[in-house]
């Protein structure tokens, strides 16, 4: 069932439930006061005020009753009032010192209905003698006259009226828990206090079973919440920490750059210096060094703009169908030169002479350098460096690259952050003066070209990438 449909359901069957209960309430209610308590019983007596009407004459223009009646109501322990239009008595038979000579309408009425509120029962008769209308009240003590009966009798209705407010609570509560409590939660969020807001209510719901009901009803907006506060938490957790990555990362960059501008700078003070006379081989010499320093420089702020274009996706890549046989070995002959390669052992491997991929070739030689260079890099003489190159024609069809190394390996901390941008590493004995993007943009390139990156290693047992390209279909031979 959808979520409008069961909370629509939800809200109805509460209100059936309510209405059901406070009209059972109210039928049990008359029904124990009328059958248990008798309040409302009227003593039937032997002798009935249609008697006494009936035996009422007028003797010179005053009323009176026969001896016959008057010898029932001593009897009977009973007495007889007759009243005029106003209430007031003009006749009255054995009538007891405290009872009243004037009625309102509403007196009859109420002392009718609740013959225990005064002791004594009262019946009324009505009818016209001469003229006038009269009134006729026969009276009798009650012969049971608990006081008890009188307040029930009164404090009933306020009873039902307390236990109707606390139902009206019980179901308001049951309503409007979950929405309180998902209310308060959203408004946690967005005073970024990302988790769910401890509730009583929710906590009673993990040990009674009948509160599950009213929470399973929304079981779909809290899951969506739940994940919603993990999401942003994520995110505000992930920001925090880019946030001082990237401080660490303006610190690196600002003193890699500083460092080569001082070695710049003390050498055009040298060349310009009129105290010393340069011979021309000294003065390339400064030269070179100081455009080994402008590379530098060059390539810290184009890895700087690349990783942000690729991250934006806002780079030109060009593609086209290439070897990645030859591209591995271009790559693979400009990493040998390094002065770091130096005692390090390289093989490369490929199941064809020929594998044509769709690539941009600037691009993806620039992410398998980076790769390979990480390997280079970071790891001590005698490392094996190995490259292998092969068709998977499996389902799906791919391409697929591995670059495989036994050197000092990654902790499980530095494998999670290792292709996040500006990211150097925590060993402290590696070799962290790179800018922090060169892996970061050797994902994102390979990300570009429709392919992905896996990474395996543990400490002391190496490293291993697994790259994987869709395989290029409906191709042509490229000449080699």
Same mark, same amino acid.
């Not at 008057?70 to 239009?85: F, G, P, S, V």
């Not at 993990?230 to 003193?255: A, D, I």
């Not at 901390?413 to 070799?431: P, V």
């Given at each position: 069932?959808?979520?409008?449909?069961?909370?629509?359901?939800?809200?109805?069957?509460?209100?059936?439930?309510?209405?059901?209960?406070?009209?059972?309430?109210?039928?049990?209610?008359?029904?124990?006061?009328?059958?248990?308590?008798?309040?409302?019983?009227?003593?039937?007596?032997?002798?009935?005020?249609?008697?006494?009407?009936?035996?009422?004459?007028?003797?010179?223009?005053?009323?009176?009753?026969?001896?016959?009646?008057?010898?029932?109501?001593?009897?009977?322990?009973?007495?007889?009032?007759?009243?005029?239009?106003?209430?007031?008595?003009?006749?009255?038979?054995?009538?007891?010192?405290?009872?009243?000579?004037?009625?309102?309408?509403?007196?009859?009425?109420?002392?009718?209905?609740?013959?225990?509120?005064?002791?004594?029962?009262?019946?009324?008769?009505?009818?016209?003698?001469?003229?006038?209308?009269?009134?006729?009240?026969?009276?009798?003590?009650?012969?049971?006259?608990?006081?008890?009966?009188?307040?029930?009798?009164?404090?009933?209705?306020?009873?039902?009226?307390?236990?109707?407010?606390?139902?009206?609570?019980?179901?308001?509560?049951?309503?409007?828990?979950?929405?309180?409590?998902?209310?308060?939660?959203?408004?946690?969020?967005?005073?970024?206090?990302?988790?769910?807001?401890?509730?009583?209510?929710?906590?009673?719901?993990?040990?009674?079973?009948?509160?599950?009901?009213?929470?399973?009803?929304?079981?779909?907006?809290?899951?969506?919440?739940?994940?919603?506060?993990?999401?942003?938490?994520?995110?505000?957790?992930?920001?925090?920490?880019?946030?001082?990555?990237?401080?660490?990362?303006?610190?690196?960059?600002?003193?890699?750059?500083?460092?080569?501008?001082?070695?710049?700078?003390?050498?055009?003070?040298?060349?310009?210096?009129?105290?010393?006379?340069?011979?021309?081989?000294?003065?390339?010499?400064?030269?070179?060094? @100081?455009?080994?320093?402008?590379?530098?420089?060059?390539?810290?702020?184009?890895?700087?703009?690349?990783?942000?274009?690729?991250?934006?996706?806002?780079?030109?890549?060009?593609?086209?169908?290439?070897?990645?046989?030859?591209?591995?070995?271009?790559?693979?002959?400009?990493?040998?030169?390094?002065?770091?390669?130096?005692?390090?052992?390289?093989?490369?491997?490929?199941?064809?002479?020929?594998?044509?991929?769709?690539?941009?070739?600037?691009?993806?030689?620039?992410?398998?350098?980076?790769?390979?260079?990480?390997?280079?890099?970071?790891?001590?003489?005698?490392?094996?460096?190995?490259?292998?190159?092969?068709?998977?024609?499996?389902?799906?069809?791919?391409?697929?690259?591995?670059?495989?190394?036994?050197?000092?390996? @990654?902790?499980?901390?530095?494998?999670?952050?290792?292709?996040?941008?500006?990211?150097?590493?925590?060993?402290?004995?590696?070799?962290?003066?790179?800018?922090?993007?060169?892996?970061?943009?050797?994902?994102?390139?390979?990300?570009?070209?429709?392919?992905?990156?896996?990474?395996?290693?543990?400490?002391?047992?190496?490293?291993?990438?697994?790259?994987?390209?869709?395989?290029?279909?409906?191709?042509?031979?490229?000449?080699?």
């Amino acid at each position: 069932m959808k979520l409008k449909n069961r909370v629509a359901y939800f809200f109805i069957s509460r209100l059936f439930w309510l209405m059901f209960t406070w009209s059972l309430l109210i039928v049990i209610t008359i029904v124990f006061f009328s059958f248990f308590l008798g309040q409302n019983k009227t003593e039937s007596a032997r002798l009935t005020i249609s008697n006494a009407v009936e035996h009422t004459s007028v003797v010179d223009q005053k009323l009176t009753i026969s001896s016959k009646i008057k010898d029932a109501l001593l009897k009977n322990k009973m007495w007889i009032q007759i009243l005029d239009e106003n209430g007031d008595e003009i006749f009255s038979f054995n009538k007891p010192q405290n009872i009243k000579e004037h009625y309102t309408p509403g007196e009859l009425v109420s002392d009718y209905l609740y013959p225990a509120k005064k002791g004594y029962q009262l019946s009324t008769w009505y009818k016209t003698i001469d003229s006038q209308n009269l009134t006729w009240v026969l009276g009798k003590p009650m012969s049971n006259n608990n006081p008890f009966f009188y307040w029930v009798n009164n404090l009933w209705m306020l009873s039902i009226m307390i236990i109707g407010i606390l139902l009206a609570l019980f179901f308001g509560r049951q309503l409007g828990a979950p929405l309180l409590h998902t209310v308060s939660w959203i408004e946690n969020l967005s005073n970024e206090k990302y988790e769910e807001p401890f509730s009583k209510w929710k906590f009673n719901q993990k040990k009674r079973w009948r509160n599950k009901t009213k929470y399973s009803t929304y079981e779909e907006l809290t899951q969506a919440l739940s994940n919603l506060t993990s999401t942003l938490q994520r995110n505000s957790e992930e920001r925090e920490l880019l946030e001082k990555t990237r401080e660490e990362w303006l610190t690196g960059v600002s003193h890699d750059l500083k460092t080569p501008l001082s070695v710049i700078k003390g050498y055009i003070v040298l060349l310009s210096s009129r105290e010393y006379e340069w011979e021309q081989d000294k003065i390339r010499q400064f030269s070179r060094i @100081m455009e080994n320093r402008v590379e530098y420089m060059e390539q810290l702020i184009e890895d700087f703009n690349l990783t942000f274009q690729l991250k934006n996706d806002s780079i030109p890549i060009q593609f086209e169908q290439n070897n990645l046989v030859n591209i591995l070995k271009d790559v693979l002959e400009q990493l040998y030169r390094l002065p770091e390669s130096k005692n390090k052992m390289f093989s490369f491997e490929s199941s064809k002479e020929q594998i044509i991929l769709n690539m941009d070739i600037r691009y993806l030689k620039r992410a398998f350098e980076n790769l390979i260079a990480n390997c280079i890099k970071h790891n001590p003489p005698e490392t094996n460096i190995k490259i292998f190159l092969h068709e998977d024609l499996s389902y799906p069809r791919q391409i697929r690259v591995v670059i495989k190394d036994d050197g000092v390996g @990654m902790d499980q901390e530095t494998i999670e952050h290792l292709f996040d941008r500006y990211y150097r590493g925590t060993s402290a004995s590696s070799n962290n003066q790179g800018t922090g993007l060169g892996m970061a943009i050797a994902r994102q390139i390979i990300i570009a070209h429709g392919g992905e990156i896996d990474i395996k290693s543990k400490p002391q047992l190496g490293t291993k990438y697994n790259i994987t390209f869709p395989l290029c279909t409906n191709i042509e031979k490229i000449p080699k």
